[in-house]
């Protein structure tokens, strides 16, 4: 093989102990420029620690400080940095707050960095025991429609975060972890479900993630679907699978997952919430994408292989599937749609009264 | 031997979590919320401050208002949680706080003020209130 040729310069020498470093410019070596070393948009900034050590929102000091309603910048600019003429503009779509933000967003960045777990080492596996045939296939295929949950928000955030305005970083941030959660999520319930004798099931139809992935019509519209329908489903599986778990694999996994997917409902309930506040229209729009998101939320829970697969692991099997685990099932829904009505009381779009009756069904359990 | 509710019971579980970290599960025990518990008529105001549980004391009804969440249960189904707990040496399955939330028509957690946000941390620090109340097996319990 030819021998590359060698380009570049030699690595000068390091400066001798003692010597004036000024003095050793190296021939051939370009002379550094200093231009750029009085250039801050604010200087001598000294943020202490707090209580809870040195947060990303104790940085907000000065201009630090001062978050836009509109970051015109199309560039990768950090907020606060002088601006570079002549860079080009990128595809940072969203660039208004109302889009995007949640004053939420700087602390459950940080609670996510303090709330890392390791499924390889801390979900004790040596739990797990063989179980009977038909609980382990629906164990399994919930696993697998759950990670199919999770990749769908994977793909949706790491689609929109593309085109956020990096004037507001900390929702960036926060949806970073968001998506190493649900990257995390998957892992865990791969591991669960190849570990115990069984294996993955059968992929679902994906209606409601087809719907979230093929909302384009802003973050907001994606939030609403991922979270305020889908994500409070979730919610409600999860804790069901934790009160149904059965060794302490199982259970160190959901209570994991509960306190990683209530920090993504903390994100999305508050930036919708704040979306509704800060634009006018709002709320209508976002009734509108409820309606359409109710009938495809409805049609799934009607069909998907969960429904069935979640009452056999209630009921301890077919048989217990088919009585306290289907009763035990229609409860969870039931408790969804209750909580889905309260949380969209909180937000500012009641849907009480036009609840659609693919859904109002399940407010008899 | 300390009474369950009583302020010396919730501070000598309080000892007993912020002097063990192995106890910490979630978040490394990381928590900081304000919550009160109703027991009996009374409540008990306490301070998760990072990794330890501060103050612990009986709340006003100022207080009460503000704290984030309230956690409010019969005393007969209380009584049931600690016992077995005490027995177990941690909540078996079916007395942990979020099965017993499940159990109960309208939950065991309310926020006073009506806030999602602050109602929600319940589920975020879920596990440290439950380490919390798993720290009470290794207090000797009267009821």
Not at chain 1, 120 to 135: F, G, H, M, R
Not at chain 1, 178 to 205: H, P, S, W, Y
Not at chain 1, 325 to 334: A, D, F, I, Q, R
Request: a negative charge; one cysteine or more; charged letters at 25%.
């Amino acid at each position: 093989m030819a021998k590359p040729p060698r380009g570049g310069m030699a690595v000068p020498a390091a400066v001798s102990e003692g010597a004036d470093a000024a003095a050793q410019s190296v021939e051939g070596v370009p002379e550094p420029t200093y231009e750029w070393m009085g250039l801050s948009a604010e200087w001598g900034v000294r943020v202490k620690p707090g209580e809870h050590g040195l947060r990303i929102g104790d940085l907000n000091v000065g201009i630090y400080g001062e978050v836009p309603e509109v970051w015109d910048d199309q560039t990768r600019r950090p907020r606060g940095a002088l601006p570079r003429p002549g860079v080009p503009p990128l595809a940072y779509n969203l660039r208004a707050k109302h889009q995007l933000w949640a004053d939420s967003a700087a602390n459950l960045y940080e609670e996510a960095i303090q709330r890392r777990w390791i499924p390889a080492t801390e979900v004790p596996w040596e739990s797990l025991q063989p179980l009977p045939d038909d609980v382990e296939r629906a164990m399994c295929q919930v696993c697998t429609e759950l990670m199919q949950y999770a990749n769908t928000e994977i793909e949706i955030i790491t689609y929109w975060q593309d085109q956020m305005s990096y004037g507001y970083y900390e929702v960036k941030q926060f949806l970073a972890t968001a998506t190493f959660d649900c990257a995390r999520m998957i892992e865990a319930l791969r591991k669960r479900a190849l570990a115990n004798g069984g294996g993955l099931g059968v992929e679902g139809r994906g209606l409601v993630n087809r719907m979230i992935l093929e909302s384009r019509g802003g973050w907001t519209e994606s939030a609403v679907y991922l979270y305020l329908i889908r994500g409070t489903f979730t919610m409600h599986v999860l804790r069901g699978l934790l009160n149904a778990a059965h060794n302490d694999a199982e259970r160190t996994i959901f209570a994991h997952a509960i306190e990683d997917q209530a920090r993504h409902l903390t994100y999305g309930y508050d930036h919708i919430k704040y979306a509704i506040a800060h634009r006018a229209g709002e709320a209508d729009i976002i009734q509108t994408l409820l309606s359409l998101g109710e009938v495809m939320m409805g049609a799934e829970l009607e069909e998907s292989t969960i429904k069935p697969a979640l009452a056999i692991v209630f009921g301890g099997g077919i048989a217990g599937g088919r009585t306290i685990g289907m009763e035990t099932y229609l409860h969870l829904v039931g408790d969804f749609v209750r909580n889905y009505l309260a949380v969209c009381e909180w937000i500012g779009v009641p849907r009480a009264e036009m609840l659609h009756p693919l859904l109002k069904k399940y407010l008899e359990y | 031997m300390a009474q369950f509710p009583s302020l010396d019971w919730f501070r000598e579980v309080r000892d007993v979590y912020n002097s063990d970290s192995t106890l910490h599960k979630g978040g490394g025990g990381a928590c900081h919320t304000t919550a009160a518990f109703r027991v009996d008529g009374k409540e008990y105001l306490i301070q998760f401050e990072g990794t330890k549980i501060g103050d612990i004391r009986n709340a006003t009804a100022a207080e009460l208002q503000d704290v984030d969440f309230v956690i409010d249960m019969p005393f007969g189904l209380w009584k049931e949680m600690i016992s077995n707990v005490q027995k177990n040496g941690k909540a078996e399955r079916r007395y942990t706080l979020n099965s017993i939330d499940l159990s109960q028509a309208d939950g065991i957690a309310h926020s006073p003020s009506d806030d999602q946000y602050r109602q929600d941390l319940f589920y975020r620090y879920n596990q440290n209130f439950q380490d919390y109340f798993d720290a009470s097996a290794r207090v000797e319990t009267t009821f």
